[in-house]
């Protein structure tokens, strides 16, 4: 647990022990704090990579500069994050928010990355943008959680709410609880504003590491639809689908088993 300073931010980072596959950056999604518990660094990959993984800029406790954020400085960061630590040339795993960044790294620093794991993300533009999380700031917080929970799964329906009605009470409660260090507004606002601007739709072609693509069936957030057309416009890729929604890692466990074995 460290802290390092790039050419911009102060960005807290962790590791997990080493081990003979050798590192890989992770790269979390959207209001991600690595304080908030389980999280990447308890997920199965640490048995097998030395998993790196950072706040980025506007969430945790790494800097929240007032300023609007941009796609591009997102991975820069990775960028200066990856150089100040003078890592070598690693496999990288963005998932939702962070497999945009990593679109992005992917584009402008190819030589950082050797195999790319993008996993319930999106290209935005004509490829399809991710679902407008910025919009459910304008709700009471009760109905942004029941927004939260019907977008990630939509097995999650009005029928299904009232054919089980305890089930839905238990699963708000779980999803509230879970969050342990709500994200700062400003840096987290800035980082959506960032994130609905995002486009690398006519970029992709430049992507040409090998690429695993992932996502849920019942994903809303970031659709079928969305994967399809990464998969299509990034030629190395190979594009697998899982039964989950968007916390499709944790619903099936074929996900993990299968980054580490494409990874290995």
């Not at 790269?27 to 998993?51: A, C, H, W, Y």
């Not at 533009?125 to 990630?152: A, C, V």
């Not at 996502?215 to 998969?231: Q, R, T, W």
Request: hydrophobic fraction near 30%.
């Amino acid at each position: 647990m460290s802290l390092i300073k790039t050419q911009e931010l102060s960005i807290y980072y962790e590791r997990s022990s080493e081990r003979e596959n050798g590192p890989l950056l992770y790269i979390g999604g959207t209001g991600g704090d690595l304080r908030n518990k389980p999280n990447q660094m308890d997920s199965p990959l640490k048995n097998f990579f030395e998993v790196i993984s950072y706040d980025q800029r506007g969430l945790g406790q790494t800097s929240k500069p007032n300023e609007v954020y941009t796609m591009k400085q997102y991975a820069d960061d990775a960028a200066d994050f990856m150089d100040k630590l003078d890592l070598p040339r690693l496999p990288v795993m963005g998932v939702s928010f962070g497999g945009m960044v990593a679109q992005e790294l992917a584009i402008r620093y190819p030589d950082k990355i050797s195999k790319l794991v993008l996993a319930c993300t999106s290209s935005g533009g004509k490829g399809g943008s991710s679902y407008p999380l910025h919009e459910l700031q304008k709700q009471d917080e009760e109905t942004r959680l029941e927004s939260n929970i019907k977008i990630n799964d939509l097995r999650i329906s009005d029928k299904w709410i009232k054919q089980n009605a305890y089930e839905w009470q238990k699963l708000k409660e779980l999803s509230s609880s879970r969050i342990q260090y709500k994200p700062q507004q400003d840096g987290f606002m800035n980082q959506l504003m960032a994130r609905k601007d995002h486009d690398t739709s006519d970029r992709l072609s430049q992507i040409k590491m090998p690429v695993l693509l992932q996502g849920g069936k019942y994903d809303g957030i970031a659709p079928v639809k969305n994967m399809e057309f990464l998969s299509k416009n990034i030629k190395s890729s190979t594009l697998k689908f899982y039964e989950g929604g968007h916390l499709f890692l944790i619903q099936d466990q074929r996900a993990f088993k299968d980054i580490i074995s494409w990874l290995k």
